[in-house]
T-cell receptor, first 113, second 113 residues
């Protein structure tokens, strides 16, 4: 069964450093998403991406964040200058069409020191 | 804005018994989707069940079923014949017209042997 994959599974970085989180969505899916979950809190929407551009973003997704689909398979989330409060689990998800079931990857646990 | 409320932070059930997790939501939209996701200790988000708002029939997936009350904006999850492997956080989620998934705060379910 096809699944969403994410790398790395864990990343530790120093405050102020740039990080890139990588995701490979399910191959025939057209919509891609990033969510984050701060430890002990609810899952929060960051951004959705379709047709090589952002379709929706939340107030969390400020200028420090960017997304890209550099090739036909990868979907990345970049945090330019990490802050302590960026420490969280980051989930990538994909769906075949809009307003459909989103399938989640296993997540990347980011720790900013 | 859509909100999702899970009023039970924690629940427990004896193995083989039945448990119901509550979820209410607030929206002015008529067409939307509702989901229950399970998050075990590995923190992966696993789809349990989904319901389209335009369908009156309650969704079922093996031991999992929902009680969808559209007028009351209620979407509860019933787990029958609970198993130890059902121990996890359960998140209720909503997708409306803007395609960003909104999650509830979660219910931590413990299945006791």
């Amino acid at each position: 069964e096809p699944e969403v994959t994410q790398t790395p599974s864990h990343q530790v970085t120093q405050m102020g450093q740039e990080v890139i989180l990588r995701c490979v969505p399910i191959s025939n899916h057209l919509y891609f998403y990033w969510y984050r979950q701060i430890l002990g809190q609810k899952v929060e929407f960051l951004v959705s991406f379709y047709n090589n551009e952002i379709s929706e973003k939340s107030e969390i997704f400020d200028d420090q964040f960017s997304v890209e689909r550099p090739d036909g398979s990868n979907f990345t989330l970049k945090i330019r200058s990490t802050k302590l409060e960026d420490s969280a689990m980051y989930f990538c998800a994909s769906s075949l069409i809009e307003l459909e079931t989103q399938y989640f990857g296993p997540g990347t646990r980011l720790l900013v020191l | 804005a859509q909100t999702v409320t899970q009023s039970q932070p924690e629940m427990s059930v004896q193995e083989a018994e039945t448990v119901t997790l509550s979820c209410t939501y607030d929206t002015s939209e008529n067409n939307y989707y509702l989901f229950w996701y399970k998050q075990p200790p590995s923190r992966q988000m696993i789809l349990v069940i989904r319901q389209e708002a335009y369908k009156q029939q309650n969704a079922t997936e093996n031991r999992f079923s929902v009680n969808f009350q559209k007028a009351a904006k209620s979407f509860s999850l019933k787990i029958s014949d609970s198993q130890l492997g059902d121990t996890a956080m359960y998140f209720c989620a909503f997708i409306g017209n803007n395609n960003d998934m909104r999650f509830g705060a979660g219910t931590r379910l413990t299945v006791k042997p």
